[in-house]
């Protein structure tokens, strides 16, 4: 029993569970952004794609992988606001939008591919983001494993949902962007521009998610393999909503989910199969929708197209 | 009767072409930067896909399974249920037609291929239903419930393929069906099968379901108000597990005729997104079976010109899966001008 215990429950485990983590929870607070103004964003996966190969395309050719960030941040964010001036301003389904960015992310991304690096399946490996080990912090028993050497953009995600929850609940465009996703009209009705305010929160969540690809390519990996967000965009939504679309709940959420794609290997030599462990969040989002059934989470206004009146 | 026929073609049929042509626009741009001529790598894909007989068989066939998910799509928009999950029930369904198709060896084909069908029917009919259950019961969207049922079919399939119904080899599939549970070919050696004509019943199926039964009057009447049609005396949780099934179980065939005409077994994740082409179908199809079969062949072709574009130019043939996408966003786009041409045509 302790055996089993110390293989589930250990430094390694963990520090490999903030790795796993860390994408998701870019792409997750990207669509609690999205969400909170009132457009679903199920683009996320493609945006990450996009992201992940754009850094690497950056990286290749200047060098440098925060470059590489940088050019999947803006990726992303133009991808959402590609997403955001079908939904927004031509009242577009959502969710068609959403599945025409990541068919179209799925295609891009190899097409480029060829033509850049002239090869299909996986790019050269390019610059990537080294590893930092914080002073003071790694010598910590127990904590320092886990947290003291990890990639900064680790460190950067746990920052962005701080950040976030700060922007979102403490501030006034968050209190904006909340009425946004609520009650369009009432906002409109004291003089908030629900438009510019959604557009904003959707292009902001394409950037994060182009950043959570972009930690896939060049922080954790070295390289762009085709569809190698995999899901994880898919997963970063069922997070947000598992985190009831609060930054710290998808925190949770991602924490979790990271968890158990650290545990899959380990549980698969104790006899269960990967592919159960990785059902499981797919799994445990939907028990959870039922779990809050009658509890009004989800922005109310989430998915509907504001059309102004006069 | 003619009269409403008449009508409506123009906003219908002018807004689809728009966004393909626009499409393909967008795809010149791509081939510009490659250094290839657009005209000559399109024409290098139609005569690919229409040029000859066996051309246009490749292009029918790999129409086919999108007519499946393109119906399937279409069936639950029509109750005003968005079935992103298509692609889940697509693996399921095949699934277990390919189970049926490798267990009950020894019965004749006349048995054998409709039971096995109607297996990848019934499978996506689950699949499907239990979002259309949750959202009638519980009120909870169909859309996230059914990528979340994508994603576990993913798995459940990678699974069993890999686990308790491996076939012989380390190659993550099934054994091969019983040569009487396939589909039979119709134009050696294209593998256009008769799930063809399974694909045309389906949409006929559909025509009559919908728009002559009391069943698809009340799927429409959900589709356009659930509220009213509450009132009206219609079982809106009814009908929207309903129409899920019947979407899932469309969605299942497409799984179904990969199995049994084209691949003999299941591979592991073999559908090349086919579920989530299947919106892009219904979209540009209009939610309508005849729009439907003429958006799935466009694909097809686009498909079938695709390989020949990649060998005979130096445009990657995913240049295609690029237009497929931007084909659904102008699509979806339009869609403030269709509404108001519906709510001025249709009303």
Known sequence: MWDIIKLLVNTTVLAATLRMATPLLFTAVGGIFSERSGVVNIGLEGMMLIGAFTAVAVSYSTGSAWLGVLGALLAGALMGFIHGIASIK????QVVSGTAINIFAGGLTVYLQRLIFNMAGVSPAVPRIADVELPLISKIPLIGPVIGKQNPMVYLALLIVVGAHIVIFKTVWGLRLRSVGEHPGAADSVGINVYKTRYVAVTLSGALAGVGGAYLSVAHLSRFVEGMTAGRGFIALAAMIFGKWNPLGALGACLFFGYADALQMRLQEIGIPTQFVQMLPYILTMVALVGLIGRAVAPKASGEPYVKEG | ML????RIPVAVVLAPVLAVLLALIVGSAFILTVGESPFSAYKVLLQESFGSMRGFATTLQRATPLMFTGL???????????NIGAEGQLYIGAFAAAWVGFTFTGLPK???LPLAVMAGMIGGAIWAAVPGLLKAKFGIHEVINSIMMNYIAYFLTDWLVTGPFQGSTMIPETKRVAASATLSRLMPPTRLTTALYIAFAAAAVMYFLMWRTKLGYEIRAVGLNPTAAEYGGI??????VAAMAISGALAGLAGTEQILGLNNRFIQRFSPDLGFMGVAVALLGKNHPVGIILAAVLFGALQ????????LTSVPREL???LQGVIIFFVAA???FTRFMKSKGEA
């Open chain 1, 90 to 93: 031509y009242r577009a389904n």
């Open chain 2, 3 to 6: 009269d409403k026929a008449k």
């Open chain 2, 72 to 82: 399937a799509v279409a069936f639950a928009f029509r109750a005003g249920l968005f």
């Open chain 2, 110 to 112: 006349i048995i054998h």
């Open chain 2, 235 to 240: 079982n809106v949780a009814k009908i929207t």
């Open chain 2, 304 to 311: 079938t010109g695709a390989a020949a574009m990649d060998r």
């Open chain 2, 320 to 322: 295609i899966t690029i």
């Open chain 2, 334 to 336: 339009e869609y403030l």
